[in-house]
């Protein structure tokens, strides 16, 4: 199956707010808008996430983003006034820091805590928590690795704070 990218779509019940949402979350505006009620990030050169118009599906997913250094990450999003609390997995494994969108989505980040692995795996299979494995530079991606996504009601997530803005 020679799959050369993602995008991820995130279902939100109201287009401006949402794409307002993760422009904070994202630092950025849109890097494209390929049709109506659709904004699209590109976060790496093989992952993107869009932003869709479809209330009736809002909420329920969630996107997991890998990154190299959670702290960094949350000093970065705390400057645009967005506050994570990262907290390590009873496994030890991972840290996390989750948040949700206005429509009910949630935004996880997360950061391995073994030596040599990207946090979505990076070993080229599925990883023990069922979120697929995808390598990639993250020094040339400014420290966002690839993102993983989970449906509602696919896998049990940890327990953890669900803070927002």
Do not use: C, K
Not at 9 to 14: E, G, K, Q, Y
């Amino acid at each position: 199956m020679g799959i050369s990218s993602t995008t991820t779509v995130l279902n939100v019940a109201d287009h401006e707010l949402g794409v307002a949402w993760y422009s904070d979350l994202f630092g950025r505006e849109p890097d494209r808008q390929p049709m109506e009620g659709s904004a699209e990030w590109q976060l790496t050169d093989t992952s993107a996430v869009m932003v869709y118009a479809d209330a009736p599906a809002a909420g329920g997913t969630t996107l997991i983003v890998g990154v190299s250094n959670l702290d960094v990450q949350a000093a970065e999003l705390y400057e645009r006034e967005i506050v994570l609390e990262p907290y390590t997995v009873p496994s030890g494994q991972f840290r996390l820091a989750e948040l949700q969108d206005p429509s009910g989505n949630t935004v996880t980040f997360a950061e391995s805590q073994q030596t040599g692995r990207s946090s979505t795996g990076g070993n080229g299979s599925a990883s023990s928590d069922g979120v697929g494995d995808v390598e990639a530079d993250s020094e040339a991606t400014g420290g966002v690795e690839p993102v993983a996504v989970r449906a509602a009601g696919q896998g049990a997530h940890e327990e953890g704070p669900q803070e927002a803005r």
